[in-house]
């Protein structure tokens, strides 16, 4: 079984956002995925780090955002972690259109883009202490490889 392992660690700033996808995207490359997974990908960690920046670290950029990437076969597994805030009701946050800034255009819809375009979404969030999203996908090597 082909494994492999990554980690990244960067300043909590929007920029960085593009930086994430496209390092989880090349990472899951790897995998020979199609375009549209890897399309996946970017959206999904794109939305979990926008949430680390904004909602765990209120936009603070002298905090530092996680991420780790695994291969374990045709498993693609991206965990995306903050130290910030945490979310005290996880289930009612992953709820469609529930958001806590309203006011800054958020769409409350984060949660449900991760779930429509990744296999599985975790979420490990404790008040104070911080918050790590878990996105897998499975990518079918057989199919195109
Ligand atoms: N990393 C995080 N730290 C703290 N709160 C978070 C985090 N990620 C999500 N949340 C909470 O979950 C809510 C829903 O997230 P999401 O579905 O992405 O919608 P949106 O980002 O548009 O508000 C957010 O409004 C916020 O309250
Ligand atoms: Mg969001």
């Known amino acids: 079984m082909f494994e492999n392992h990554m980690e990244l660690r960067f300043r909590s700033i929007s920029q960085n ?4 996808r496209s390092v989880a995207a090349a990472f899951a490359a790897q995998l020979n995925p199609t375009i549209e997974e890897l399309t996946d990908i970017r959206t999904a960690v794109s939305e979990a780090v926008t949430n680390a920046i904004i909602h765990g670290y209120d936009n603070d950029p002298d905090k530092t955002v996680y991420m ?3 291969i374990e076969g045709e498993l693609v597994t991206i965990r995306v972690g903050d130290e910030g805030k945490g979310i005290e009701d996880v289930e009612l946050a992953r709820q469609p259109f529930y958001t806590t800034q309203p006011d800054m255009e958020r769409s409350g819809m984060g949660f449900c883009v991760m779930e429509a375009f990744m296999d599985g979404v975790q979420v490990e969030s404790a008040p104070g202490r911080g918050t790590t ?13």
Do not use: P
């Open 17 to 20: 956002e593009a930086l994430a």
């Open 68 to 70: 780790d990437c695994r």
């Open 133 to 145: 999203v878990t996105l897998q996908k499975w990518l079918k090597v057989e199919h195109h490889g």
